[in-house]
């Protein structure tokens, strides 16, 4: 009786699996490239990277990189992140995506004090402090002070005294210049939980921010990556 087998099929399965794992190997170094020479680019020596499960998924990873000695070094990371509730390609205000690409770490600020450790410039938020994000309004995309409150002609704005924003940096999105529904108030913060997305923003758990909040250093030109 003539012996039949799989032994064929198996090897073509090791072999395409092998061809799929080293593809996603290439993506992944190529995606690496070109946040380093981004960020060599613009002078910046930390990098977050934030690397999102799929372009519709809100669960990410975050790590951070610096470099050092003309090598780029983990120096923080692996650790979960989340993003927004429909995933990462903002396109618009209001559909729940976060942007991708590279943008500069502005300002940090808070409703606690200023953290251990933090050499980025910081604010003690309170009552008066406000971002809009009404597209109709000519301080769209802006963070305003109002010791009287909301404004009226304010359609739509966020406080940015809130629990959430115990700790926040701001990510450079949408700036220089600002455009119109384009999206606003993208902010590096405090998450709910690993299984909760936010509208738009990157959010780490409070151990996290706090560990990256006491290394990035204003000097050396932070800048995230999200892909």
Sequence with gaps: MKRTGNGGAGRALA??????????????????????????????????????????????????????DGKWLRTLGKAPAVVGRSGIGKMKEGDGRTPSGLYPLG??????????????????????????????SPDYNRWIRSETGPKAEWAS???????????AVVIGYNEQPVVPGKGSAIFLHLWRGADQPTAGC????????????????AARKPVIFIE
Excluded: C, H, N
């Design 157 to 167: 704005f966020e406080r940015l005294r809130q629990p959430l924003y115990r700790y």
């Design 202 to 217: 990157v959010a780490l758990s409070e151990s996290a921010l706090l560990k990256l909040l006491a290394r990035l250093d």
């Design 107 to 136: 300002k940090a600020f808070g409703s606690a004090g200023k953290p251990p450790g933090l050499r980025l410039p910081y604010t003690k938020t309170d009552g008066s402090d406000f971002w809009v994000d009404d597209p109709a």
């Design 15 to 68: 072999i395409m699996l092998a061809g799929l794992l080293a593809g996603g190997g290439t993506a992944q170094a190529a995606a690496s490239a070109g946040w380093k020479a981004q960020a060599e680019k613009q002078g910046s020596s930390q990098v977050v990277v934030i690397d999102a499960a799929g372009p519709d998924s809100f669960r990410a990873s975050f790590s951070f990189y610096e470099r050092q």
